[in-house]
């Protein structure tokens, strides 16, 4: 039996919605930004062909931008402007990789 400190963490989540289009998300650092060390929420969008339409670098730090980035998901993946609900269910993902 185990006895340490034992850690899960949530690698990568990819999310599709009724468009098709699908959001990855997952943790990493800024590909432009060789140098820095700086620990970002990478949220990938596809198309429904899988084609990259938007790469986003989300805080980890600040809640703003992750509901805003929960926002732009939810209206992507929907295809249309959600309700406070809808969007929370986004959000809570996007709270996965804030730790």
């Known amino acids: 039996m185990f006895k340490g400190n034992r850690k899960m963490k949530v690698k990568t989540i990819t999310l599709e919605g009724?468009?098709?289009?699908?959001?990855?998300?997952?943790?990493?650092?800024?590909?432009e930004e060789v140098q820095s060390t700086e620990i970002?929420?990478?949220?990938?969008?596809?198309?429904?062909e899988g084609e990259l339409v938007n790469m986003h670098l989300v805080s980890r730090d600040d809640q703003a931008d992750q509901f805003s980035m929960a926002e732009c998901m939810q209206y992507m993946?929907?295809?249309?402007?959600?309700?406070n609900s809808m969007i929370h269910d986004f959000y809570m993902?996007?709270?996965r990789f804030a730790n």
Not at 77 to 83: A, E, I, R, V, W
């Open 18 to 31: 009724e468009t098709n289009y699908t959001a990855t998300i997952s943790r990493g650092t800024s590909p």
């Open 77 to 83: 993946l929907d295809g249309c402007k959600g309700t």
């Open 40 to 48: 970002y929420i990478i949220v990938e969008i596809r198309d429904a």
């Open 93 to 95: 993902e996007l709270q």
